[in-house]
């Protein structure tokens, strides 16, 4: 109970400290937002919390006395919290951007710009945001924090943790990608395995208050991302383009990046009515482009989903307020093949020499299309945001191996070298397993301890399968009802995984 009164005092006390700055409240019933919930929504009424500037104040004052220093927190004057407070910082924001050169000759186009977020500590835009969040939960005094299900929001929250001396705790699907994880292991991170978007919720909501979640709603969080339109605004020196391209996952970094447009527009440094807000989605997984009254696509199953995962979200929170956000700027969303996907993560690295992870790469894979259909005109001014590096998502399907390599030749050789890898005991255990049975993740836990005396945790044997999988030598082969009537994943052996352990078992002769 002490803690409760202590997370009121201290938010209390901060809101009255900046009273004279900003104000917070609901959008959900338009009241002052005293608490906030786990899940960075308002506790009245779960609605999302918005943060106002007292932006009246600043129209008279000349634009060099706004911003101060360098990154995110050069921006403080339009951000919740001032660089005096000692920020938990890594040195994130400050990032490129390019003119593009190659890539804008290939696409026809003179007026591209590629703004690089690669280039962030964790190698993701989503730093921006959690600095801000993080120095937040460390002024009120919290020492534990949370946050569930983006592999990105995960590793950086991590990260920040383990640079403020707090412990993390990241709740994580099976299927997250193993770089990422790497990362949150590399940075301390207590794992936990959840099965779904509201499994992790109510994790985070039980775990009280004594715990500060951090999600792509928190306020602090939000406001944090807005930088990134900011800081592209100053570095065209207040000129606005025609149109910015983002990839929607939750769609927090769209609305935010127009949030910022709008909130500079008032203050008098730009003219944001000729900002296209334009989103891109992945084919299957795109509710923002359905919503806005695109051709309905055929759903598909969140385990079928192997690229760009980071936006393979099937109920955004934010879809009406990113849905308001691409409408009021006159903009659109698109959705995009994994194919196209693909491509657009070799092209945008050969061309230009950025990385992208598959997620971020998609802008320039829905540029290509919006070219294609005449809804982009080759003329226009265009940003396209690239979020995060390739490096947290490196395309591993055989389909893509030989796009990269360029040859089937060179590629047959490459994966060769999979399938010959020496993966362990208990990569060879579950793959003798598979062998001789399909089996579901459980199971297959229950066999490398009885069979194997191999005694690990589920979590850790699904992310072995996950690396299997990546390497092509296991699949998902069958979904089946189980005795309690629910559904679960049934694992088999590729032909490359009945290869690889005929070749091991010619080794051991």
Same mark, same amino acid.
């Given at each position: 109970m002490a803690s409760i009164y202590r997370f009121k005092a201290l938010l209390n006390l901060y809101i009255m400290k900046r009273r004279q700055k900003m104000r917070i409240s609901c959008s959900g019933c338009g009241k002052k937002a005293k608490k906030i919930d786990q899940l960075g929504l308002c506790s009245e009424c779960g609605g999302m919390i918005t943060v106002h500037y007292d932006l009246e104040r600043m129209r008279d004052k000349p634009k060099e006395s706004f911003f101060h220093g360098t990154g995110v927190w050069r921006y403080c004057s339009l951000l919740p919290l001032s660089s005096t407070d000692?920020?938990?910082?890594l040195g994130e924001g400050g990032t490129s951007l390019l003119r593009s050169q190659r890539l804008g000759e290939i696409l026809g186009m003179s007026k591209l710009h590629l703004k690089n977020e690669t280039t962030n500590p964790t190698g993701s835009f989503v730093d921006r945001g959690t600095t801000i969040e993080m120095t937040h939960a460390r002024d009120l005094g919290y020492r534990s924090i949370a946050c569930a299900l983006s592999g990105n929001l995960s590793a950086s929250? &991590?990260?920040?943790?383990?640079?403020?001396?707090?412990?993390?705790? &990241?709740?994580?699907?099976p299927s997250i990608d193993l770089a990422k994880l790497y990362q949150i292991v590399a940075y301390g991170a207590k794992i936990s395995q959840v099965k779904n978007q509201t499994e992790a919720e109510r994790k985070l909501i039980a775990m009280g208050e004594e715990v500060?979640?951090?999600?792509? #709603? $928190?306020?602090?969080?939000?406001?944090?991302i807005k930088t990134t339109g900011i800081e592209m605004l100053e570095q065209m020196n207040?000129?606005?383009?025609?149109r910015i391209i983002v990839s929607i996952g939750s769609g927090a970094h769209l609305?935010?990046?127009? =949030? &910022?447009?709008?909130?500079?527009? +008032?203050?008098?440094?730009i003219n944001a009515s000729r900002v296209k807000m334009t989103g891109v989605q992945m084919t299957g997984c795109a509710p923002i482009v359905e919503a806005l009254g695109k051709k309905k696509q055929a759903s598909r199953d969140e385990n079928s989903v192997h690229l760009a995962r980071e936006?393979?979200?099937?109920?955004?929170?934010?879809? +009406? /307020?990113?849905?308001? &956000?691409?409408?009021d700027s006159g903009g659109t969303a698109i959705a995009v093949e994994e194919r196209e996907i693909i491509d657009a993560v070799q092209l945008l690295a050969r061309a230009e020499g950025i990385f992208a992870e598959p997620a971020a790469a998609a802008t320039i894979a829905g540029l290509k299309n919006l070219l294609e259909e005449r809804t982009v005109e080759?003329?226009? /001014?265009?940003?396209?945001?690239?979020?995060?590096t390739g490096l947290k998502e490196p395309v591993t399907s055989a389909r893509a191996l030989r796009r990269f390599a360029g040859s089937r030749k060179t590629a047959i050789k490459m994966e060769k070298r999979i399938e010959m890898l020496d993966l362990g005991e208990t990569k060879e255990s579950i793959l003798h397993l598979l062998k001789a049975k399909d089996d579901y993740g459980y199971g297959i836990w229950k066999g490398l301890k009885q069979e194997e005396n191999i005694q690990?945790? !589920?979590?850790? !044997?699904? #992310?072995?399968? $996950? +690396?299997? +999988?990546?390497?092509?030598?296991? /699949? =998902?082969?069958r979904i089946e009802s189980s005795p309690k009537r629910r559904n679960r994943v049934l694992y088999s052996l590729t032909p490359r995984g009945k290869r690889y352990l005929a070749s091991r078992t010619d080794i051991e002769k």
């Open positions: 000692s920020p938990v910082s929250v &991590a990260a920040y943790a383990a640079r403020a001396g707090m412990s993390s705790e &990241a709740l994580l699907l500060h979640c951090i999600t792509s #709603q $928190s306020p602090f969080f939000l406001e944090g207040w000129h606005p383009p025609d609305m935010m990046i127009w =949030k &910022a447009m709008k909130e500079l527009e +008032e203050i008098g440094l936006i393979a979200i099937h109920h955004p929170h934010m879809t +009406e /307020r990113v849905i308001e &956000a691409i409408k080759r003329n226009e /001014r265009v940003i396209c945001v690239i979020t995060g690990i945790s !589920v979590v850790s !044997v699904y #992310q072995h399968i $996950s +690396e299997l +999988e990546a390497a092509d030598l296991v /699949r =998902k082969d």
